[in-house]
């Protein structure tokens, strides 16, 4: 295969690396069929990320895998010094503002990292990028290889891809979750703690794959709220299990998009709106219901803290209410020292949806008119 050939290949390989949020339509493809996709920095800023793997060749037999060992598929690789001249090719055409490296496990993690490493080490020193990268620590990686990742890279991730040992199992028997993947998360934490926040200043990060090993949203956000806590993980990914054919999960069902979107809805609430995992409502099979999102579900769950008073209310009480979030909350808060917000108008300017707030809470001791909110979505 020649470069373009290479990089269409393993770009289309690497959307089965699940790390990302945007999913396939925020995808486009320049005139040589590169894959690139958007990516949201710490900051805000949007960046344009050629997500890419250094090797679809692997080792390993995860169940759910496009490119697990065994499965009847091309096989190619870039050298180090191809991945690193595409890449810098495609920043100096302006298509690309950042770089994605995965990679399929060849020859034990160590000896693909080796070339992962060196890879980005070409793009750094040889093409002078100083740009976004974020680096796959692969399972089992070593602690050298995990602080050099952590030298060259914005961000890493290891992809748990289940809440626990026994859900792991299910999915990729071959893979040692506490060793391999829950282990190079401790000692990244570890490495950017000792730097003061020098090393990957972007954090980790993780993905589950949900739905495929039978878990329940309630295991996978308690694990997530767990590395929030333990590891000061930035974020975690969610990716609603999709069969591959010619895979052992072939012909399982489908996990349908709704049960993702309800997942970052509830991740959103433990990141941004001090949400603790204990607010979290499930039913009694240990899901996220259906029919209202997570935080809705938690205002009906308690009556007894509604409704609220715009004008008084903390910073907390107010995040707590259905259709204000953190933006139309600091708006709020600003503008209530000006004077009393007595009307729902007031509410809509600061950027909230105050038809769902407006049954949740008084505006100046009224209630303002409203119609009940329906379940549904």
């Not at 692997?58 to 499965?71: L, P, Q």
């Not at 859900?167 to 401790?186: C, N, S, T, W």
């Not at 974020?235 to 309800?262: I, K, M």
Request: aromatic share 8%; hydrophobic share 40%; proline share 6%.
């Amino acid at each position: 295969m020649d470069t373009a050939d290479k990089i269409e290949a393993l770009g289309e390989s690497a959307r089965y690396d699940l790390c990302n949020a945007c999913g396939a339509a925020g995808r486009k493809r320049d005139d040589l069929g590169h894959w690139i996709y958007p990516a949201a920095l710490p900051d805000g800023r949007r960046v344009r990320v050629l997500k890419v793997l250094q090797t679809n060749v692997c080792e390993k037999n995860c169940y759910y895998c496009s490119v697990r060992a065994g499965r009847d598929v091309p096989r190619t690789s870039f050298t180090p010094e191809e991945l690193a001249r595409a890449f810098d090719r495609l920043h100096r055409a302006d298509l690309v503002d950042g770089l994605f490296l995965s990679s399929g496990v060849c020859a034990g993690a160590d000896r693909t990292m080796d070339r992962m490493l060196a890879c980005v080490e070409l793009v750094r020193t040889q093409y002078g990028f100083s740009g976004y990268v974020h680096l796959k620590l692969l399972p089992g990686a070593s602690e050298a290889h995990i602080e050099r990742a952590l030298q060259l890279a914005h961000r890493v991730s290891v992809n748990l891809e289940a809440p626990s040992a026994e859900r792991l199992g299910v999915i990729a028997p071959y893979k040692d979750f506490y060793h391999e993947l829950a282990q190079p998360m401790k000692v990244a934490k570890r490495l950017i703690d000792a730097s003061g926040g020098q090393l990957a200043p972007a954090g980790q990060t993780t993905q589950f794959v949900v739905g495929a090993a039978g878990e329940s949203d309630h295991e996978i956000l308690s694990t997530t709220a767990r590395l929030y806590e333990e590891l000061d993980l930035k974020r975690a990914y969610f990716s609603a299990f999709q069969p591959v054919p010619g895979t052992p999960l072939d012909g399982r069902e489908a996990t349908p998009a709704w049960r993702e979107h309800r997942l970052y809805q509830a991740d959103w609430l433990l990141r941004f709106y001090h949400f603790a995992f204990e607010d979290l409502v499930f039913d009694d099979d240990g899901h996220l219901p259906r029919r209202a999102d997570p935080k809705m579900m938690y205002a009906r769950a308690h009556p007894e803290l509604f409704p609220v008073e715009v004008n008084h209310a903390s910073r907390e009480e107010l995040l707590r209410v259905p259709g204000l979030g953190p933006r139309s909350v600091g708006r709020i808060l600003s503008w209530r020292r000006e004077g009393a917000l007595r009307d729902l108008v007031d509410l809509r300017r600061a950027g909230a949806v105050a038809e769902r707030a407006a049954s949740f809470i008084l505006l100046d001791g009224q209630r303002p008119p409203h119609q009940l909110p329906l379940w549904g979505e």
